[in-house]
Each structure stands twice: as C-alpha cells, then as structure tokens.
C-alpha cells in the first residue's frame, strides 16, 4: 500500500471518468430507475468488516479469509464511526491530521471491507463501481490487487472481469482514513470514514458506450433548437429523442464522429421554474442507455447571468450531503425530501457544498428544477492555519496546496471527475472549483482545463486572491463570501477586480442558531442591482448527529466536541436553516418569505403585484391565487381574492375596496398560492394611529411594611420592594402570579450571532448587573385624589467599572391596573445592549398567552418576515424555538399587548409603543448554561420579558456585524408599561 502518500499517483486500474450512467439490456424497457436495469446489481447491504487502528496492523494476508476470518460486520454505505468504530470528528478550517503533505500519520485507521460475490460468465464484463469512499481504497478480486482511488466524493469504476471466477468470488476493500488526498478535503464537516455512497456491479457489453456528451443549442428566435450526442464508443451506436409528451422526434446514427444531431422544433426549453425534459436513447452493442436532457443555455451578458437569454436571480441554499443518522451517506429518498422542502421554500439553486453530490442528486434537480452550482472536492482551508501561531489570524498560507506542483495533477484531477461526471446534467449551470483554497497556478491551470472539457457553462471559484483583468479571464464570476449588503449595492464600483463580471454571494446569511437576520436587507440591494446574480444561503441543514435519546424521551444531537474530540469547533457544524431532522427553523420561514414569487407595495391608488420569477406566468388559469384580508386592531374587516395574472418579470396593479383610515392599525394581508399551498405573502401597514391607552382609575390603597409598599385596589395588590424598588409581587383576586421579584434586564442568552458582541456583554457582567437604590419614595392622592405613585432611582452595575445604567423608576397605581415608567440614562462605553426590559418571573400555572404583535413565530426587528402582525393566541411550551445549542429565542417584534393566563388568573402588559416580549418556561441563565437542548431544564417559574426594545439578530457568526439600525445603543430613553 504504496499510492496514499504518493501524490502523482490517485487512481490505479480504475476506468477512465466519464459521464454517470447505467445502461439497460436493449430489449428492456428503460426507466428513470436505475434499480430497474437488468445489468445493474447493487451490491449494499452487510459486509464483512474489520476495523485496524493503523494501516501496520493489517494482518499479512487480509484477503484471505481461511487465514484472516472476518470479526465483525458492517453496512455499506455507511460512516464507519457512525457504526461503534472509531468516533466522528468535527472541525472546520483546521486539519486534523499534521500539515505535512503529501505524509499523513501512521496512525492511519483502516476499514477492511469483505463480501461475496457470485459471477456466472455471460460474456459481458463486469465493473465495480464505488458512488463515494473516504478517504481512499484498495481493492482486491480473489486476493488479487485490481487498483487504487483516491477523491472521496467521485466515482471510482473498476473493470474487474479479468478478476472473477466462475462461482463464488470475493472482494476485500482496504479503505484508509487518510491519505495525500485529505489534504484537499478539508470542508467544514464532520470527519469520516468509510464506503459512504453506493457500490453496485455493471454488466457490460463488450464495446459499449464509454461515453457521451449531449449538447443543446437553441437559435436565437427560440423557434428551433439542435440536441447533439457525442458518443465515445468502438462502434456505431443509434439514438432516439422523445419530446416531454413521450412522442419520438428524431432517431437516426451516429455519425462517423460519434455524433448523433437532431433539429427540435419549437423548443419546450428547460428552466428551473419549469424543469421540461426530453428523452434521448443511445442503442449501442445490446445496450439502451436513458438520458434526461434539458435544452437549455446558460450566459453571462452585460455582467448579467442569463438562463435561455433571460437574465435569472439565484435563491440559493449551500447543502452538504450530511444527515443525522446515514452521515455521508444521502438516500435518493432523503435528498428527494431535501429539495421538496427547499421547493417548498421558494429555493431555485443549490451549491454542492463543497464536493460532487451523489450522482442522483443532479437527476433530481433535473426534473424538480433547480440551479446547482456543481463544486469539486476541493478544499484546504487548513493551509491558513498552518503559518499561524497559536490563533488563527489570517489567511496568510491558505494557497499553500494551491501553487504546490505537488498537487497540480490531482486539483486537474478532481475538476476532471466533477465536469466529467456531471457534463450531461441540466440542472448543473455553474461549475464551480472548490472551497477556500487560496488561488494559485494549479487552480489557473486547472480552470482552463475546466473550460476546455465544457464550454458552455462559466466557471466560478470564491477564493481568489486577485481577479485577472479583462484579458485572461479564468474565472466568470466575482464571488463573494458575507461581504456586507453596500458591498452589494455598490457593486460593481465596491469591487476593483470586476471587470464586467456578475457578483455572487455564494456564501451569505449565516444561518447559524437564531437568524439570519439580514435576509431580506441583501434582497433589497440583490433585486436593485442587475449585476448581482444572488445567493447562496449558508447553509442548508444543522449537522448534529443522532445519538438516541435521553431517559425523558428526548432526542441528543451531538456537535464537535461531544464526541471527545481534542481538535474540534464545537457547535460550528449546526449553522443551517433546517435541524438535523429538516424541521424548519424560523430562518428556513424567513427565508421562504423573502424568497416569495409574488411582492406587492401600496401605490398611489391601489396596490402593486410583481412577479418575480423569470419564466412563469403567475395567472389563475395557471393554478395561482392572491387572497386578501384587511383587519383593524387584529380584526377581520373584509377579504377576498385579486384575480392575478401578471407575465415573467413584469407587473400588476389592482385595487381593493378599502375601509376609512381615521383610527385602529390597519393593515392588509396578501396571501398566494400556487395549487392551493402557500407561497408567500406581503403584509402592509395602511394606517396606524398613535395609540393612547386610559387606565380607569378606581383609586387604591397605599400600606407599607419594613420591607414593601404594598397598594391594593379590589381585585388587585402589588408590593414594591423598599430594597430594590422592583416588584415583588402581584396578588389578583387572591392569586399570587410572581414567583419571585421583577428585574430589569439588559442581557439575552447568547445566539449564534452574538459571537462577538457578547464578549462585551460579559466583559461588563452584564448579565449578573445589580441594582444600587438611592431613593425610593410613595406618593398617594395624586390624580384626582384616587392614583398612589412610587418612585425610585437606581442604578444597575456588578464590579469593576461605573453602573451600566441609571435608571428612574415610576409607578402609578390607578386600581385595578398600573404602569411602569422607566428612564434610562446607558453607559456611553457600552456599545450596545441587546436589550432593555423588564422581567417577570410568573406563577407556572399562568402558561396561556395572548398578544397582538409580530407571530407566530419569533420576530425580531430584522427577521420578522415569515411573521405577521396579529393577534396570536399559544402557550409557554409552543413559544419556545428549539435550537440545539439553546439561546436567546421567542421574542415577539411589534407587540401591543401581551396577556399571559391559566384558568383563573390573568396577567397583561400593554404598551402606546411598541415593544418585545418573550414568554419562556427557561429562563436566560438556563439557555446560557446548557450546551444543548436536551440538557435544559425548566425554571420553577415561567419568565415572561418585556422589553423597551430587543437588539437584532443580524448574521454575525460568520457574516458582518449588527447593523446600527438593529442595535440598541440608544443612551437615553424612556418608555411605559401598563400592567393589569
Ligand atoms: C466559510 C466556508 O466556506 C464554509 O464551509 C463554512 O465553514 C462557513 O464559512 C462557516 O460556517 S469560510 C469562512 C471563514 C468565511
């Protein structure tokens, strides 16, 4: 075992790549399954196995098995450390072995992989085919040696017929978890092992089809286009073309080139918002070989990306193959439900972050519609480490592999077997390079070689250092990842090295935890700007893996470092719009909404409706609706449907009967569908009076002990702590609804995306702040003789620096209901906070809650797009988001009340302005301190936050910082509860 740490030789006795297909007998009825054909044997299921901690312990002779007898098996296709051998290792950037290419540690585990195999000669050859393996395998016939592979997410085919012998055979698998190979798969993703994709046995005819190319060119009037094969073939092979409705077009030879060409008339060409397929047949010694093909072309025109000359916006996701039980290893079902619920959530384009998906995948995207972007197994972010000291601090080395001469043959390598494998796949638009590898000669070379295999789509590739001018273009796109949305706006003037290229984000919106909360603000800058072709979402789906459940029935999703990893990056991994299981984030919802087909604006008269889509004709007739509900203060006052029918890209006026506008909020609510599901909708805000609250004033009572002024009305009694000037309990008719004292709060469990604000937060012990009273003092008769008034002074500070704030505190007690008047003069040095309220440490039994105000899902002042204003109606458990590394969630934006209630008691804090709210059975101190969601534990109180005002989300984990206008760094404000 020689060719692991060899970086000039990756494949031994495998076939050359080609195109990914599996042909059928000739007088078989094809299919699009490939289970179906009769010259397909899929060979998954238990295999022997035996797992070595090193590559030195492999017994002497491990393929034979009278001398080597299997101890253990294992299913292929799987993660072997997801099986009880070895233990799953997660790191982004840095590697986990030694930077010392092409070598890798002696310590190198491996997998030893046996199986029976029955062959019977029927003249026809035999390939052995691996979907996927890592890091690399040798593989043995009857203890023979038939080749080596290296490229973990690529196919390895092996023509294995000279092996076999008559009866039973068998086939030994080495696979190492190491190799020179893993030096350019550094994704960020957990770190496994193993047959991780299908392995299946072709028959093969002697002289079949070793490849094709099908092409398609469409004239310029779209009347007519030309659908071309190119076969690679010993012999003469002939082809049939169906159109979508199953009837033949064209059929005809190949010519003596190979090439079989057919004139289409009157085109149905491909898109991904209408996926419209044809069907070609290759015949070829006894062999029928099925092919989708979408006639469609993709340009770049002006710095603008076209698709059949129309110029089309990217909604992408990044989505590794990754799930929390198969690992590496994604099920034609399981990649299926992905892309439904993406399609479900307005998705038009994925990025095989950062390798070549399953095979599948991309006949998948073909017929669902999607744009791919098709990346090679290329990453070595850990090159930027490599240079660095004792943290990582810039990208100083990160082109290390990139210029090294040592790897140029495998980089050309694996662009090879990515453009070579998918060139026939419609749905592919975009090749892109890799990830995060730096630029250097390897990869310039490499990209020409790129274009040299397939001219007709562009090439993209993020990590560059600098751009060629005009001249010697290797790359079609700027790309970029969470540059800032004026990078957006301003582009192509923010960018030096444009030069008349599209910008793309291939990476934005950072998904992690709670968020993004910047979705929608890159939309705005991405629809203004025509150069701008979209993004990519980082990233599709949270990679916690599945590890039973806890005794109380709850399910454990581990990250890095749950594993006993020492080299890890904790819960880096769970950064996606969907959780381990797909249940959506409120993220996935935000981005549903922003993703909408349909957007509508209020207009001088009526309303606007644009269709935003590049090829769909959004009409009745063609299964779309626009239902409309107008409601004052959270009340229905009409509804009804907008008869719709707008043209790709264009738009639509219409008008709806509207109610007076002198008072109340009012609001109109467009909802659409498409065959009856919901696509999206737009919520507008046509008046919203000031509203003023007038608290009844029965009068009230005013009594004092040592400790509290205590005031009672007839129904209701609240004591005020004469040590901290808070509440410390509210009785209402007998009931006792505080557990313990209010607080004022300033702090918020840590998201995701607090990564760098909160150091400043616990810099300054926000979280443990205390309160410092200098005054307290009780006034009764005021107003008309019948209200009692308490007022205090206080300041909130812990140790070491001045208070954080000061603050003066105003109660007014009007009988049956008071408020609570703050001022709140904020620490000048403290940036900002993320947020200012009050909370309430409520009786459990009150877990019914009633508001008006941004639902149903969590809303903050930058994601509250999958929300609307109204009146919600819910209980404590539901308003809990439960995110994997538990966190700051359920707040609500734009609230104007908020009741919280059980049989017999109620408690409402209301608002003239608008505040947030939210109501949980943890408190923030548990969601700090638990490192995952199972391990929470509930408070004995249910917490009930009203703040002044709660800071965004924004995307900062990995994206830029909290804009200004979703912070709050407000030095002086003032605001008022009424509580009753
Ligand atoms: C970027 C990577 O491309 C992606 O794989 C993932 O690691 C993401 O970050 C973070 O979740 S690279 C980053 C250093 C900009």
């Given at each position: 075992m020689k060719y692991h740490e060899d970086t000039q030789t990756l494949h031994v006795g495998t076939l050359s790549p080609h195109a990914y297909f599996v042909p059928f007998r000739a007088e078989q009825r094809v299919s699009d399954e490939r289970a179906d054909s009769e010259l397909f044997e899929l060979l998954n299921g238990e295999w022997d196995f035996d797992y070595y901690e090193s590559v030195f312990d492999l017994p002497e002779n491990f393929t034979d098995r009278s001398e080597d007898p299997p101890k253990g098996s294992i299913a292929v296709p799987s993660n072997w450390q997801l099986k009880g051998y070895d233990k799953p290792q997660y790191t982004n950037v840095r590697y986990p072995i030694p930077f010392d290419p092409p070598y890798v540690p002696d310590e190198n585990p491996v997998g030893l992989y046996r199986r029976k195999y029955a062959y019977h000669a029927d003249g026809l050859k035999r390939h052995l085919v691996f979907e996927g393996v890592d890091s690399c395998l040798y593989l043995y016939v009857n203890g023979n040696f038939v080749g080596y592979s290296q490229v973990s997410h690529c196919i390895s085919e092996f023509d294995v017929t000279a092996f076999l012998k008559e009866g039973e055979n068998e086939i030994a698998c080495a696979v190492l978890k190491y190799c020179d190979g893993t030096y350019l798969e550094d994704q960020d993703k957990w770190r496994m092992s193993g047959i991780f994709r299908d392995v299946y046995m072709l028959s093969r005819a002697e002289g079949g089809v070793e490849d094709y190319t099908v092409t398609t060119k469409i004239s310029a009037d779209e009347k007519t286009a030309v659908v071309s094969v190119k076969v690679k073939t010993e012999q003469g092979c002939s082809a049939v073309i169906y159109a979508p409705n199953g009837d033949k077009i064209a059929e005809g030879d190949t010519d003596g080139a190979g090439i079989f060409s057919a004139d289409v008339k009157d085109p149905q060409l491909w898109n991904a918002e209408n996926p419209v397929l044809y069907r070609l047949e290759i015949f070829c010694a006894g062999e029928v070989i099925s092919e989708n093909v979408g006639i469609r072309e993709i340009s770049i025109e002006d710095g603008v990306v076209k698709i059949n000359h129309t110029p089309i916006k990217f909604r992408g996701v990044n989505r590794h193959d990754s799930y929390p039980d198969t690992g590496f290893y994604a099920p034609v079902e399981k990649m299926k439900k992905d892309l439904e619920l993406m399609k479900s959530l307005n998705v038009n384009a994925v990025r095989t972050s950062h390798y070549p998906n399953a095979p599948e995948f991309y006949q998948l995207c073909d017929k669902m519609g999607f744009y791919v972007v098709d990346e090679a197994d290329i990453e070595t972010h850990g090159c930027a480490d490599v240079y660095n000291t004792f943290e990582w601090k810039d990208y100083n080395g990160i082109a290390l592999i990139a210029g090294d001469k040592r790897f140029e043959k495998a980089i050309a390598d694996r662009h090879e077997r990515l453009v070579k494998r998918?060139?026939?796949?419609?749905?592919?638009?975009i090749w892109s390079l890799g990830n995060e590898s730096g630029y250097g000669d390897n990869f310039r070379k490499s990209a020409k070689f790129v274009r040299s295999l397939d001219s007709t789509r562009p090439v993209h590739y993020e990590s560059r250092q600098k751009l060629d001018d005009g001249n010697d273009r290797d790359l079609d796109f700027v790309s970029v990842m969470y540059w800032d949305t004026d990078y957006v706006k301003f582009y192509p003037e923010s960018e030096k090295e444009a030069y008349g290229r599209p910008l793309m984000l291939c990476e934005y919106c950072h998904a992690m935890g709670n968020g993004p909360g910047d979705l929608e603000d890159y939309w705005q800058e991405i629809y203004a700007n025509a150069n701008v072709c979209g993004g990519f979402v980082w990233e599709w789906c949270d990679h916690g893996i599945y590890t039973g459940k806890t005794d109380d029935g709850r399910e454990k999703y581990f990250y890095g470092g749950d594993f006993g990893e020492v080299v890890h990056d904790g819960n880096f991994c769970m950064d996606g719009l969907v959780y381990p299981d797909r249940t959506l984030h409120t993220g996935a919802m935000e981005m549903k909404n922003v993703y909408r087909p349909i957007r509508a604006s209020k207009n001088d008269g009526g309303f606007t409706f644009e269709n935003k889509l590049a090829f769909t004709h959004i009409s009745s007739e063609n299964g779309w609706e626009c239902r409309y509900v107008v409601r004052r203060d959270t009340k229905i006052i009409c509804e009804g449907k907008i008869s719709i029918d707008i043209k790709p890209m264009c738009a639509q006026t219409a008008d709806i009967a509207l109610p007076e506008m002198a008072d109340g909020h009012i609001t109109v609510d467009f909802d659409y569908y498409k065959n009856g599901e919901n696509v999206g909708f737009d919520q507008i805000e046509l008046c919203n009076v000031k509203r003023e609250h007038i608290p009844n004033k029965n009068g009230c009572t005013l009594t004092e002990n040592s400790r509290e002024y205590i005031v009672s009305s007839d129904n209701m009694t609240v004591s005020v702590s004469k040590r901290s000037g808070m509440i410390s309990q509210i009785e209402k008719n007998g009931v006792k609804l505080l557990e313990k004292p209010a607080r004022l709060n300033m702090f918020r469990a840590p998201t995701d995306n607090d990564i760098t604000a909160k150091n400043d937060w616990f810099k300054v012990y926000l979280d443990k702040a205390k309160i410092k009273l200098y005054s307290l003092s009780a006034e009764e008769n005021c107003r008309e003789n019948k209200t009692v008034k308490i007022t205090a002074e206080l300041s909130l500070g812990y140790a070491v620096y001045e208070p954080m704030a000061r603050v003066k505190l105003t109660y007014e007690f009007f009988g049956g209901e008071f408020s609570l008047s703050a001022e709140v003069d904020i620490h000048e040095k403290l940036k900002f906070l993320p947020r200012f309220g009050v909370r309430f440490f409520t009786a459990k039994q009150l877990d019914g809650i009633e508001y008006a105000g941004y639902g149903e899902n969590e809303s903050y002042i930058d994601k509250h797009r999958s929300c609307k204003f109204g009146r919600y109606v819910s209980d404590v458990h539901s308003q809990h988001e439960d995110y994997i590394r538990p966190q700051e969630n359920g707040s609500h934006f734009g609230t104007e009340y908020v009741k919280i209630f059980s049989s017999s008691a109620q408690l409402e804090v209301l608002s003239d302005m608008d505040f947030s709210f939210n109501f949980s059975p943890y408190t923030q101190e548990a969601l700090t301190n638990a490192k995952h969601n199972w391990e929470l534990e509930e408070g004995e109180s249910n917490v009930l936050c009203v703040d002044y005002k709660m800071s965004g989300v924004g995307s900062n984990s990995c994206g830029p910082e909290l804009k200004e206008k979703y912070r709050l760094s407000e030095k002086h404000f003032a605001f008022t509860f009424f509580i009753r």
């Open positions: 998918d060139i026939n796949r419609p749905s592919v638009v």
